[in-house]
């Protein structure tokens, strides 16, 4: 798809043909995609295990585009939650909506002075993520990613490759992955990102003004 898209921007380049997709109704297509996501989580997750977890969740979707998403599914999945930041602000607070330790300081006051015992953030976009644990630590999202390699492998038994880019490598992800029978496919660049995702096709690959409410899901 994203080839596709790139020879036809190229054609229009190339003509220097000026498109306003605005004046051309078919060319927009409204989608929900919402339940059909949730759908697919579902199918990767044990939601069965976080409903009888009993966890206490704080989440901060910094505004973006994560909020009715994952506070949706967790609600859903039967762990408490508390949502912070869960509305549309195009200035994201008035900082940029990272998940870096410095912007999840009133993520992390929540989580120690409530006692909750996790504190869930996502950025603007929500492609990254930052993790508040119940000592009031920030833990890095490479930590989270070793381990998430670790257990699809040695308990999932996930067959397959891993692959990452250079932009997400660390130390600790390679240490994690070289301690399993595993391949990993890098690269440096987005094409090269989607021929590692091409080349492990097949191989169930893993790529790798505030306002709060508190909500439990119903029983």
Known sequence: MTQAIEREIHALEETNQKVDVYEKSELIETIE???RYLAELRNKV???AIGKSGLRIAMDPLYGTAR?????FL???GVEVKIIHNYRDPYFGGF???CNEKNLGELRNIVTTEHFDLGLATD???DRFGIIDDRNRFVSPNIILALLALYLKRTRNIPGGLARSVATTSRTMVTAV???PCSMLTSSTSSGRAACGRSQRGKSSVAAPSTSTTARSPS
């Open 96 to 98: 940029s909506p990272e």
């Open 68 to 72: 009715d998403y994952l506070d949706y």
């Open 46 to 48: 044990d939601t069965e």
């Open 124 to 126: 603007g976009d929500a």
């Open 178 to 180: 070289r301690s399993v």
């Open 75 to 77: 609600l859903e999945a």
């Open 33 to 35: 995609p919402k339940d």
